[in-house]
């Protein structure tokens, strides 16, 4: 197996297994229900869940503004233009993940209800699996918008895995954990059911696979020479 379909085939198994075991165990609402306590999701209100909900996007839009500036910099510097792809490679992944396919696109139009807006959990609206389509504009819990933007603190991991592999594994890691902290906030919130975390996790990681290899992130350029 080519390290391509490798890095394609693994990710998209894990996500429809996990998805459909979900499914079939009713974890979405057993998972949310431990934190609908009295009517209320007084866990998320605590502390460090309420403080990453208000961290929200700004470390992804950090990473990319730290992308873009390598991007200029390095069509304008000679012996800097090795940074070009790579920055780009992190302002299109926010710009496309996070951004456009997660947010205007899934969020706006899926309509899959958030935890506190079903019946079973002190809602009025029917709950949905991932898989069911809702009404557009109606609900806005597939994907998570939140946890989408942790997860893509992991991109860098794309830009280092061929010259500095260590790094790039502390990237990756790092952007996982992260997004599993930035999922259980949500979670406990009652913003979002787990299969919403993991599909931005899910939407994030395979868009980012595909923008390395579009991007040719998987050759190494020659870095240039000093005179």
Same mark, same amino acid.
């Given at each position: ?20 075991? +979900? ?8 998972? !949310? ?62 710009? +496309? ?10 969020? %706006?139009?899926?309509?899959?209800? $958030?935890?506190? %807006? ?7 609206? %029917? ?12 609900? $806005? ?12 603190? !992991? ?27 930035? !999922? ?44």
């Amino acid at each position: 197996m080519s390290s391509k379909t490798r890095d394609f085939l693994i990710p998209t198994l894990l996500l429809f297994l996990v998805t459909v075991l +979900i499914g079939i165990t009713g974890g979405d609402l057993k998972l !949310s229900s431990l934190f609908y306590i009295n009517g209320a999701w007084p866990i998320g209100d605590q502390q460090p869940w309420h403080g990453l909900y208000l961290l929200d996007r700004i470390p992804s839009i950090g990473m990319g503004s730290c992308g873009l500036a390598a991007a200029i910099a390095g069509g304008i510097y000679q012996q800097r233009r090795h940074w070009v792809k790579p920055g780009l490679f992190l302002v299109l992944l926010l710009v +496309i993940g996070p951004g456009l396919t997660v947010n205007a696109l899934f969020k %706006e139009y899926w309509g899959r209800p $958030r935890p506190r %807006e079903v019946m079973q959990l002190g809602g009025t609206k %029917e709950f949905l699996h991932p898989w069911q389509k809702g009404i557009a504009h109606k609900g $806005r819990s597939f994907p998570s918008g939140h946890s989408s933007a942790a997860f893509y603190l !992991s991109a860098p991991f794309f830009v280092l895995r061929r010259r500095k592999p260590q790094a790039a594994r502390l990237w990756l890691w790092g952007g996982i954990a992260f997004g599993l902290l930035m !999922s259980i906030a949500r979670i406990t919130q009652g913003g979002h059911f787990l299969t919403d975390t993991i599909w931005a996790w899910g939407i994030v990681h395979l868009l980012a696979v595909s923008l390395c290899y579009l991007m040719g992130l998987d050759r190494s350029d020659p870095l240039p020479q000093k005179d």
